[in-house]
Structure formats: structure tokens, C-alpha cells
């Protein structure tokens, strides 16, 4: 394999800056903390994968992630009315709050958008839904993926893409 280009099974590490249409910045990576994944694990949204295959350290680029291949289009049906009755009473739960909920594939998070006396709606799509994602890139690592680091994946969740993103710890 050459170690030196991004390819399946490639532990790569990447410096990032994501931003939306409106130009607002959602994320980045920390000065000195790339962002490290293992190349087709579905550890990252798939338009991000896409774009980064072939590339090589040092190798700088812009590019746009359309919502398919990120995360996914916005859902209406994600948004779903909760009884008031399972937050805590003395709770004042407010418009934009957002919970950590446990669902049957693991965690979730769910925004508030309504609130009333008898029903909290909540929105459980990803926040970036639905959004074209704006990327600049800088591979900072490429490198064979360990023994350890390909074991570890069978422990992960079902990854990026249009669900959002598992956690697994890797």
C-alpha cells in the first residue's frame, strides 16, 4: 500500500475548517489536534471521503459537500412532539435547548423548536441537515492504519452519512 496517498484503510489526519453557504463557520479542528480517521470506515460524512481520496500530505484543498453526501436532507418527520410530562417539572425548557436522548441505535440529540403545557416538539435531524457543507482542507497525515485501529472499527456504530455519527471513541 502506498502509505504516502489516501486510500481505503489510510489512518489520515486533516486540518480543517467547515463552513456553511452563509459563510458562517460550524467547525474546525483544534490548532495542533487534526482531525485523525480511518479512510473508509465511515468515520467522516462521505462527500468529505470523497474528496479526499488520492490526495497526499501537505495537499490543500476547497471543496462543497452537497446535503446528500453529508448529512443528509432535513427530515420533517424527525421533528416530533414529546410529552412535557418526561422532562423534569422543575425544568424550564426553552426554545433552542438541545437534550441528549437515548435511542434504540445510541445516542441522539434532539433540539427544541416548540414548547407548551402539554407537548415539547423536538428536532432530532443532525444540525447541519439539509446544509451544503463548504471544506478547507490540509492533509497533515497519511499512514497504514494499525491492527488495533481496524479491530477497534467492529466495535463502532454505523458510522457518518445521512444518520449522523457514531461515537466509538477511535
Do not use: W
Not at 427544541?112 to 402539554?118: A, I, P, Q, R, T
Request: glycine share 12%; aromatic share 6%.
Amino acid at each position: 500500500m502506498d502509505t504516502d496517498q489516501i486510500q481505503d484503510k489510510s489512518y489520515v489526519e486533516i486540518d480543517y475548517v467547515l463552513t456553511l453557504d452563509s459563510g458562517q463557520e460550524m467547525d474546525r479542528s483544534a490548532p495542533e489536534q487534526p482531525l485523525g480517521f480511518i479512510f473508509g470506515a465511515r468515520q467522516v460524512v462521505p462527500g468529505l471521503e470523497k474528496q479526499l481520496a488520492g490526495m497526499k500530505v501537505g495537499d490543500t484543498a476547497k471543496f462543497i459537500v452537497e446535503a446528500a453526501d453529508g448529512y443528509g436532507p432535513r427530515d420533517e418527520s424527525m421533528v416530533r412532539e414529546i410529552p412535557r410530562k418526561n422532562f423534569p417539572q422543575d425544568m424550564n425548557v426553552e426554545i433552542g435547548m438541545v437534550f441528549q436522548a437515548q435511542t434504540p441505535v445510541g445516542p441522539t440529540h434532539l433540539r427544541v423548536v416548540e414548547v407548551s403545557d402539554e407537548i415539547v416538539r423536538g428536532d432530532f435531524n443532525h444540525p447541519l441537515a439539509g446544509e451544503r457543507l463548504h471544506f478547507d482542507v490540509k492533509v497533515v497525515g497519511v499512514r497504514d492504519a494499525t491492527s488495533q485501529e481496524l479491530a477497534a472499527l467492529s466495535s463502532c456504530g454505523t458510522g457518518c452519512g445521512s444518520g449522523g455519527c457514531s461515537s466509538c471513541g477511535t
